[in-house]
């Protein structure tokens, strides 16, 4: 019994390391910028199916490498051409339109690679399982954790050390004195989103690897990452991170005692957590509008 | 001229839902796409209820509407075959749920709150989609249809009748749109209005906010389960899709389209939504293109809908 709830334990770890890399990304648009990015999904599918088609060319660490980069420079462009304008308005706008996004990347991935599920080749070495006695966990998912890990700190460190990190930090608390202080608000609002996608992209064919390909691949889960922001704390990164990783386990624990409630666990959590920390667990009072 | 306005459109407005069934089929159209037009527009003059007049953004009111689909639902299949009783307790359902549920958002607001309705709206989905001994799970409840209406003195068979059910359908949003005008020339109403207009100010007079939002958001709910309810009885049939966000999406796209700030605008925008949606679906494969193509022309190009545009060029 314990063996099965540690290892539920450690795969919810990794489910959750998975939404909270999801999560960051639709965290960073969202403080910088107030736009609730609902085609994160799409942009994550778009990702997963740009690493697909490269693949026989480039191999499995090529697409690993190249599609996200990819997928953010389509994030750059889209944020120039229709998500800008809707900067300073009502958050419904840029809301509906990142919906109607959602609606059309689901449907290119659809149109382009099939509506079919597709395998996700990934390298043999990491698909054996790394013990069959005590764990059954193959080398993959161990690896995409460390990969989550890697990102999430390089993540912290942009954040934290350069300039642009500086400058993304100092926006989100006060956008107005950071465009007076001579930063090109519109630039930074740019890149500042296309590393959100970035993010999306390379969860997008993490997640392949690990569920196979199809075009609601990302529909089915944005969800999860936002329970983790709010689970989290809007406004906070490390908070969002936290949420993730809680959110994860929470449904890993519950598919040992109660699977049919696995997808519903994290909700009731949103709930409790909503009526404790209206702010959720590291928001801040007052950061929110 | 507003005032004018209000005299020749009002009657126009309820004119064209009263002889729909029968010039709906002249242009192209069908009585079941005239019973989707009135149940879909109710949802979402429900959606707008918060979102035009209280100004509170909610992404999650398919929800309710399911809930109301699947409270009547299994009404008619496991409890007793009445399509009065099957309204009322799909109504029920989706209000009690709203009520849970506005409780525990109510002091949030702007994206926060746009965003924990998104998320809570999926907690029943998920709910109706794994509990599959009690609601069918993915296939949904079939296996039951709507029954003959008992008035006492008469019985009207809705069921074969599409003319009739469409005019059961029409009496209650008839219903429900009069109670929903009457609430909002309410001081409820007035005070829900000065919330939109500046909740700080409105604080300071002394006006609960935190009572109103919640008051708001059950009101929506109940009118989005009502609607919900009538379109399970319209289809004889619910599925969890009647749950799924998407479908919110849709309802606030209908909203904005025709008009956000004016009573009748959604009713509108879910018409020529339903309309377009009916068209393309039938037309192509790659119908969530043009409907995602949709929402973006609309945010682009008609941020204040239809009637808004319309308001504006005689306003002013």
Known sequence: ???VLLFNVFNGLIVGAFYALMALGLSLILNLSGVINFAHGGFLAIGAYLAYSMMPYVGFWGGLLIAPLL????????????IRRLYGRDPLYSLLLTFGLAY???????????AQSVPYPIPSWLTTPLSTSFFFITGYRLFMVALVAIVVGALFLVLGRTRLGMRIRAGTADLETVSALGVNVSVLRNLNFGLGIYLAGLAGVLAAGMLGLQPTIGTSLIMPSFVAIIVGGLGSLPGTLLGGLLIGVASGVTAVFFPSATEAVMYVMMGLVLLVRPRGLLGEEGRVQ | MTAIDKRVSTPIIWLLLLTMPYWMDAVGGYTELACRVVVLGLAAMAVNFLLGFTGVLSFGHAAYFGLGAYGAAMTIKYLFPSTALAILLGVVVGTVAAAVIGALIRKLRGTYFAMVTIAFGQVFYFIVFRWNTVTGGDDGITGWSRQ?????FTTIDILHDDKAFYFMVLAFFALAVGLMALLLRSPLGRTLVAIRENERRARFLGVPIERHIWLSFVISGGFAALAGALFALLSNFTDPRSLHWTLSGNFVIMAVLGG???????????AIFVVLQDYVSSHTENWMSFIG????LVVTFFPRGILGIIKRRLGQ
């Not at chain 2, 003959?148 to 006492?152: D, T």
């Open chain 1, 1 to 3: 019994m314990t063996q």
């Open chain 1, 71 to 82: 997928t953010a420079g389509i994030g750059i462009i889209v944020e120039r051409l229709l």
């Open chain 1, 104 to 114: 059309i990347l689901e449907d290119v991935a659809r149109y382009i690679w099939g």
């Open chain 2, 148 to 152: 003959p209406l008992n008035l006492g």
């Open chain 2, 260 to 270: 956000m700030r004016s009573f009748w605008g959604p009713l509108l925008g879910a």
């Open chain 2, 293 to 296: 193509l949709f929402f973006v």
